[in-house]
């Protein structure tokens, strides 16, 4: 306890005899006969300051911050919607592709159908025009080979006439000569 009373009485002594030395030396404001009326000019002047900015910077300043704030909120609300927004174009975007996938799937699709069925069409009627060439030609074989004999036998009449009637000189019966090529023929098939 005497340690503190030493103490304030040396911060007592230093400070008192710095304010005497500044009343000699000429510096008004540590004499303490100015104390009292700069205490009462600093109360008015820092009330005044206090009560202006109070009531004018102040609340201005607190205006300001709420108007940021504000813009702020509606700044980060309108990028939320806008984000929801583009996040629902994406899958709109994605829908619309996956779903003209599917129509140009189900497109070539049909269209290879519709290409088999005329590729079958045509087949078939190739099918059906060969099938119609091959029995004509058969019909014309079997014609043919129908005729043929006859046509044969004609034939071999009209030479073996003609080589007689070379040969010989002398003209025998068409009769005779076709009786001798059928019983020639006969013994043949």
């Known amino acids: 306890m005497f340690l503190r009373f030493s103490q304030s009485l040396l911060i ?3 400070l008192f005899s710095y304010v005497e030395s500044a009343e000699s ?3 008004p404001q540590l004499n303490p006969e100015f104390w009292f009326s ?3 000019w600093l109360i008015i002047t820092f ?7 109070s009531k004018l910077v102040l609340p201005k300043i607190s205006e300001n911050l709420e108007v940021r704030k504000a813009q702020i909120s509606e700044n ?22 996956l779903n003209s996938k599917n129509e140009a799937k189900d497109y070539f699709n049909k269209a290879r159908e519709k290409i088999l069925k005329d590729v079958d069409k045509k087949r078939e009627n190739l099918e059906k025009e060969i099938n119609e060439e091959i029995n004509k030609a058969e019909k014309e ?6 005729k043929s004999p006859e046509k044969i036998r004609k034939i071999a009449s009209e030479t073996s006439s003609d080589l007689i009637k070379q040969l010989i000189g002398v003209e025998v019966n068409n009769s005779s000569i076709s009786a001798i090529v059928e019983d020639v023929t006969r013994k043949t098939n």
């Open 38 to 40: 700069q205490i009462f």
């Open 47 to 53: 009330g005044i300051m206090f009560i202006l900015l």
């Open 12 to 14: 007592y002594f230093l």
């Open 25 to 27: 030396g000429g510096m």
């Open 141 to 146: 074989i079997l014609d043919l080979k129908n």
């Open 76 to 97: 980060i609300e309108a990028a939320e919607k806008q984000r929801e927004e583009s996040d629902k174009k994406l899958k709109e975007y994605d829908q619309l592709i």
